[in-house]
T-cell receptor, first 118, second 116 residues
Framework: GAVVSQHPSWVICKSGTSVKIECRSLDFQATTMFWYRQFPKQSLMLMATSNEGSKATYEQGVEKDKFLINHASLTLSTLTVTSAHPEDSSFYIC??????????????FGPGTRLTVT | AQTVTQSQPEMSVQEAETVTLSCTYDTSESDYYLFWYKQPPSRQMILVIRQEAYKQQNATENRFSVNFQKAAKSFSLKISDSQLGDAAMYFCAYRSGGYNFNKFYFGSGTKLNVKP
């Protein structure tokens, strides 16, 4: 139980285009979803926290107009990287927190999405 | 803000031996949770073990156990009978207690190498 999927797992896009990454909780409802960015050999950096039906809360230094987050349902959150540039190339990981019981105590991570901007 | 420190960027252990990964944290809160996550080369984050701060007993999960020293704000992970599959990045993480917790704080990670 508590499976989180991400799609796509790897995407290559051209500079200036936008790309959308989906994060889904497959077998539970997620009150809160988190988006992280991870550079090679580094730790996870939290970008934003999103609650279903409300605006995302962005961490300091993260451009909200560039990284659009939508949490339209209890099982789906999307991250759209707008006008992508090579410096946006990174590994993006989402995680989800459930609504009750043990699911609410932990974050369940997706497998990540590798974004390469050429 | 809470900070989590992992002072060992990389460690090595012989297969079947025991290794301990260190983690310290800084907080003024009394209610919180601590976690160890494993990130293998696939980069999928896997929960290894969780400790509630209000519990005095150290958490154990098969070959994995923690040494939780609340007063010292220390949370080390011991891996017994190390296996080749244990090779990965290990991240220590902290989160506040209470239902409306906001986020996890991660350490910088320790790369564990397991030698056959």
């Amino acid at each position: 139980g508590a499976v989180v999927s991400q799609h796509p797992s790897w995407v290559i896009c051209k500079s200036g285009t936008s790309v959308k990454i989906e994060c889904r909780s497959l077998d539970f409802q997620a009150t809160t979803m988190f988006w992280y960015r991870q550079f090679p050999k580094q730790s996870l950096m939290l970008m934003a926290t999103s609650n279903e039906g409300s605006k995302a809360t962005y961490e300091q230094g993260v451009e909200k107009d560039k990284f659009l987050i939508n949490h339209a349902s209890l099982t789906l959150s999307t991250l759209t990287v707008t006008s992508a540039h090579p410096e946006d190339s990174s590994f993006y990981i989402c995680s989800a927190r459930g609504t009750s019981g043990r699911l609410s105590y932990e974050q369940y991570f997706g497998p990540g999405t590798r974004l390469t901007v050429t | 803000a809470q900070t989590v420190t992992q002072s060992q960027p990389e460690m090595s252990v012989q297969e079947a031996e025991t290794v301990t990964l260190s983690c310290t944290y800084d907080t003024s809160e009394s209610d919180y949770y601590l976690f160890w996550y494993k990130q293998p080369p696939s980069r999928q984050m896997i929960l290894v073990i969780r400790q509630e701060a209000y519990k005095q007993q150290n958490a154990t999960e098969n070959r994995f156990s923690v040494n939780f020293q609340k007063a010292a704000k220390s949370f080390s992970l011991k891996i017994s009978d190390s296996q080749l599959g244990d090779a990965a990045m290990y991240f220590c993480a902290y989160r506040s207690g209470g239902y409306n917790f906001n986020k996890f704080y991660f350490g910088s990670g320790t790369k564990l190498n397991v030698k056959p």
